[in-house]
């Protein structure tokens, strides 16, 4: 009968607790520190940043819990491993050295972005581009990953899937400073018919020393 009330309370109230918003479309039940819902947690049940190391500890939120798909980077709190994708058109690559590509946004005052891996794709398209193709992962001050050479991505004369990795030296870190893809030195040349794109994957944590 406790259960049952305090189910009732819930679904006339709404709760917070867990990292969970207060929009309801199954039952729930609290007992002792337990939290149970008939049915299966989607994106819109967790609240942005919910999900930490403490949440999942000792077993508290089960694979059934969850519904496929449904924990996103945004849902998972900072300091945990995220993932982006980004693309990036023709025209975006041919201005990577005085524009590069933003890949990461600026994350505010004493917190730093640490890149930890990426992937690309070049989907070719009628030509390369033929001068400038060295790309590399940065920050506004400093670069982070290996340099991909141009052969081997921008220059290529046929699609390409590269994975990046990050220095294996240590680098400066650079608080409230977005990710970047990049080129070294000067914009790759477009011969006047390079239509080819990126797909840019990125997984990056971040570190916050407020």
């Known amino acids: 009968m406790k ?4 189910g009732i309370i819930i679904l006339a109230l709404g ?13 729930y039940t609290i007992w002792g520190d337990s939290l ?3 049915g299966a947690f989607n994106t819109a049940d967790i609240n942005d940043s919910a999900i930490t190391s403490v949440k999942i500890a000792d077993a ?5 819990d969850i519904a496929d798909a449904n924990v996103t980077s945004a849902k998972l709190v900072e300091t945990l491993v995220q993932y982006v ?10 201005a990577l050295n005085a524009s590069p590509k933003q890949l990461v946004a600026a994350q505010g005052t004493g917190k730093v972005i640490e890149f930890v891996s990426g992937a690309i794709y070049y989907d070719y398209v009628t030509a390369a581009f033929d001068t400038n193709g060295d790309a590399n992962i940065k920050t506004t001050t400093t670069i982070v990953s290996d340099t991909i ?5 921008l220059e290529a004369t046929a699609d390409k899937y590269r994975i990046v990795q990050a220095l294996s030296a240590d680098v400066q870190g650079d608080p409230n400073e977005p990710l970047l893809l990049s080129v070294d030195t000067g914009d790759p040349n477009n011969p006047g018919t ?3 794109t990126l797909k840019v994957k990125i997984a990056y944590r971040i570190h916050d020393f407020n």
């Open 36 to 38: 149970t819902k008939y």
């Open 194 to 196: 390079a239509a080819g």
């Open 60 to 64: 508290n939120v089960l694979t059934a």
């Open 3 to 6: 259960k049952l009330l305090i």
């Open 85 to 94: 994708t980004v693309d990036v058109n023709a025209a975006e690559i041919a």
């Open 15 to 27: 709760i917070t607790a867990f990292g969970l918003d207060a929009k309801y479309d199954s039952f």
């Open 149 to 153: 050479p141009g052969a081997n991505l």
